[in-house]
């Protein structure tokens, strides 16, 4: 795909032992595609073990706008995500805000990304 105005970003954080996916990547990652200019998540993923749990972390986190912060996001995996991996999605979840606030900063610094 050619489009100046997604940006993809990656976020990372530690799985907890125990869990499946632990075996397979000890790290869990959430990417996603986002709007450069308003920041809104177009589409997200993770690499959660199932499709049924990745789906749901896609539907719970698109749309919302990393411009806000990431504290709505968060909230969102706190009040409706309940398993194993929450805190890691949550951590990679602010990992990759952290990436994101790096571009903006880069970008309104006059610094192409």
Same mark, same amino acid.
């Given at each position: 795909?050619? /489009?100046? /105005?997604?940006?993809?970003?990656?976020? %990372? &954080?530690? $799985?907890? @032992?125990?869990?499946? &996916? =632990?075996?397979?990547? =000890?790290?869990?990652?959430?990417?996603?595609?986002?709007?450069?200019?308003?920041?809104?998540?177009?589409?997200?993923?993770?690499? $959660?073990?199932?499709? =049924?749990?990745? *789906?749901?972390? %896609? =539907?719970? #986190?698109?749309?919302?706008? #990393?411009? /806000?912060?990431?504290? *709505?996001?968060?909230? &969102?995996?706190?009040?409706?995500?309940?398993? !194993?991996? !929450?805190?890691?999605?949550?951590?990679?979840? !602010?990992?990759?805000?952290?990436?994101? @606030?790096?571009?903006?900063?880069?970008?309104? %610094?006059?610094? !192409?990304?």
């Amino acid at each position: 795909m050619q /489009n100046g /105005n997604v940006i993809f970003i990656a976020g %990372h &954080a530690r $799985l907890p @032992e125990g869990m499946a &996916a =632990h075996s397979m990547f =000890h790290t869990l990652t959430v990417t996603a595609e986002l709007d450069r200019q308003y920041g809104v998540i177009l589409q997200c993923s993770c690499t $959660l073990v199932t499709e =049924h749990g990745r *789906d749901f972390i %896609h =539907h719970l #986190l698109q749309g919302y706008s #990393l411009l /806000n912060g990431v504290q *709505d996001p968060v909230n &969102a995996i706190e009040q409706n995500y309940f398993g !194993k991996a !929450k805190n890691a999605i949550i951590a990679a979840l !602010k990992d990759l805000y952290t990436q994101y @606030e790096v571009v903006r900063k880069e970008r309104t %610094h006059g610094v !192409k990304v």
